[in-house]
């Protein structure tokens, strides 16, 4: 299994960026893929999530509105949409895929490393004021 992200980079507040997540080795049909981000100093945290076969979506409350999550199923991969980005958005952006859950439990659950199947290495966002 590989998640790849791509798509991070340095951009002024207000900006926006799109992040990809190129799956290989799991089916979104079978498996709830998450973004998470962590900023230095500070705890990982879910940001979006989304059950493809199901059509759900999760997303934290800082983002609702400026972030979209989506799929493109013909080529595995997950986007994330970030517009109107704040300095408070920095952080290294990880793509991950847990098994048989919703959602939102993905987003809760994969705070914690051990909480999803398998985590991409991550792609770093800055966001300067």
């Known amino acids: 299994v590989q998640l790849v992200e791509s798509g991070g980079g340095l951009v002024q507040a207000g900006g926006s960026l799109r992040l990809s997540c190129a799956a290989s080795?799991?089916?979104?049909?079978?498996?709830?893929i998450g973004w998470f981000r962590q900023a230095p100093g500070k705890e990982r945290e879910g940001v979006s999530c989304?059950?493809?076969?199901?059509?759900?979506?999760y997303y934290k409350d800082s983002v609702k509105g400026r972030f979209t999550i989506s799929t493109d199923n013909a080529k595995n991969t997950v986007y994330l949409q970030m517009n109107s980005l704040k300095p408070e958005d920095t952080a290294v952006y990880y793509c991950?895929?847990?098994?048989?859950?919703?959602?939102?439990?993905?987003?809760?659950?994969?705070?914690?490393?051990?909480?999803?199947?398998?985590w991409g290495k991550g792609t770093l966002v800055t966001v300067s004021a």
């Open positions: 080795g799991v089916t979104f049909d079978d498996y709830t």
């Open positions: 989304i059950k493809s076969s199901e059509s759900t979506t």
């Open positions: 991950a895929a847990l098994a048989g859950t919703g959602a939102a439990i993905m987003c809760h659950v994969g705070s914690n490393y051990y909480g999803v199947d398998y």
